[in-house]
T-cell receptor, first 110, second 115 residues
Framework: GQNIDQPTEMTATEGAIVQINCTYQ??????LFWYQQHAGEAPTFLSY????GLEEKGRFSSFLSRSKGYSYLLLKELQMKDSASYLC???????????FGTGTRLQVFP | GAVVSQHPSRVICKSGTSVKIECRSL??????MFWYRQFPKQSLMLMAT?????????EQGVEKDKFLINHASLTLSTLTVTSAHPEDSSFYIC???????????FGSGTRLTVV
C-alpha cells in the first residue's frame, strides 16, 4: 500500500523561501510528482523526480531521496499568488496509479 | 499541450437521482483514466482506474455499483454517480495517463452538490 505524508498547513512571508516536505512509504515506486492546486480548480503540474537529486525549474525546485522515502518542494521569492495547496503524488510502478499525499495548504502573507 | 475536457463543471441534483460526468481527451489517446474525489480541505482520493474496453478497477471502500465507470473509447471515460445522496457531494476530477508525454493530464473537475 501507499502512505504519503505532508504537513497540513504552512505560512510564509512574501519574498521568502519555503520548503514543503513529503515522506512516503510505497510498495512500488516509479517517480514522484508535485502539483499546485488552487481551491476549486484542478491540480497543475509543477515537477517530477524519478532519480535522486534536485530538479530546478525557475522559482520552484524539487528534491528526491529514494532511500529515505523523502522529497521536498522548495519555493523561492514567494509571491501572494503562491498561496495554494501543494500536493505530492507517487506513481506506482505496477499500476501506473498516481497516489496523492495529504496535501499542504500554504498561505503567503505580505 | 494535452487537454482533458471535463463536463459538467458544476451540477446540482436531487437526492436519489443519477449524475453523469464526462472526461474527453482532446488531442491524445487516453487508454487509462483515473477518477478522484476531493472533499473540502482534503487531498485527492483515488476512486477507480478505467481502461479502455475493460472493466474499471475500484479502490478499497469505493462502491462499484454506486460509481459506474465506462471507458468505451480511447478518448472518453464517464463516471455516473447513481442514487446520489448529500454525502456524495464533492469535487470529482479525472486524470488521463498521457503515455506520449510520460505524465498525467487532469480535467478541470466537477463540483457535485446533492440536495
Amino acid at each position: 500500500g501507499q502512505n504519503i505524508d505532508q504537513p497540513t498547513e504552512m505560512t510564509a512571508t512574501e519574498g521568502a523561501i519555503v520548503q514543503i516536505n513529503c515522506t512516503y512509504q510505497t510498495s512500488g515506486f516509479n517517480g514522484l510528482f508535485w502539483y499546485q492546486q488552487h481551491a476549486g480548480e484542478a491540480p497543475t503540474f509543477l515537477s517530477y523526480n524519478v532519480l535522486d537529486g534536485l530538479e530546478e525549474k525557475g522559482r520552484f525546485s524539487s528534491f528526491l531521496s529514494r532511500s529515505k522515502g523523502y522529497s521536498y518542494l522548495l519555493l523561492k521569492e514567494l509571491q501572494m499568488k503562491d498561496s495554494a495547496s501543494y500536493l505530492c503524488a507517487v506513481r506506482d510502478m505496477n499500476t501506473d496509479k498516481l497516489i496523492f499525499g495529504t496535501g499542504t495548504r500554504l498561505q503567503v502573507f505580505p | 499541450g494535452a487537454v482533458v475536457s471535463q463536463h459538467p463543471s458544476r451540477v446540482i441534483c436531487k437526492s436519489g437521482t443519477s449524475v453523469k460526468i464526462e472526461c474527453r481527451s482532446l488531442d491524445f489517446q487516453a487508454t487509462t483514466m483515473f477518477w478522484y474525489r476531493q472533499f473540502p480541505k482534503q487531498s485527492l482520493m483515488l476512486m477507480a482506474t478505467s481502461n479502455e474496453g475493460s472493466k474499471a478497477t475500484y479502490e478499497q471502500g469505493v462502491e462499484k455499483d454506486k460509481f459506474l465507470i465506462n471507458h468505451a473509447s480511447l478518448t472518453l471515460s464517464t463516471l455516473t454517480v447513481t442514487s446520489a445522496h448529500p454525502e456524495d457531494s464533492s469535487f470529482y476530477i479525472c486524470s488521463a495517463r498521457d503515455l506520449g508525454r510520460n505524465g498525467y493530464t487532469f480535467g478541470s473537475g466537477t463540483r457535485l452538490t446533492v440536495v
